[in-house]
Nanobody, 126 residues
């Protein structure tokens, strides 16, 4: 059974940092990433990691504050989030695909990801 399990969310204040984790089990993925969805908004791309080249892709608006990384076993990805602000409040979802994402598109298309976690809530207070 394939599972993606997120952890690390919580309530923080503006300027704080959080580190989200996503543990995959059941199969090996070639790309893993993070999306988020705020209340009343569509799900949006945050970051992705292509394992073969260990290349990270980011939403332009989040570059410099968010960093994606993974473990050597290619079974877990992490999202380090710094300088958080209330606009970062959302449910953060881990996503994975058995394929290499399309680097030309920045790996940001949610339809490319066939596996999703249940999400972890991140709330940033002002």
């Amino acid at each position: 059974q394939v599972q993606l399990v997120e952890s690390g969310g919580g309530l923080v204040q503006t300027g704080d940092s959080l580190r989200l984790s996503c543990a995959a089990s059941g199969r090996t993925f070639k790309t893993m990433g993070w999306f988020r969805q705020a209340p009343g908004k569509e799900r949006e791309f945050v970051a992705a990691l292509r394992w073969r080249t260990y290349t990270g892709y980011y939403a332009d608006s989040l570059k410099g504050r968010f960093t994606i990384s993974g473990d050597n076993a290619q079974s877990s990805v992490y999202l380090q989030m710094d300088a958080l602000n209330p606009e970062d409040t959302a449910v953060y979802y881990c996503a994975a695909t058995i394929n290499y994402c399309y680097s030309n598109s920045g790996c940001n298309d949610p339809s490319d990801y066939g596996f999703w976690g249940q999400g972890t809530q991140v709330t940033v207070s002002s």
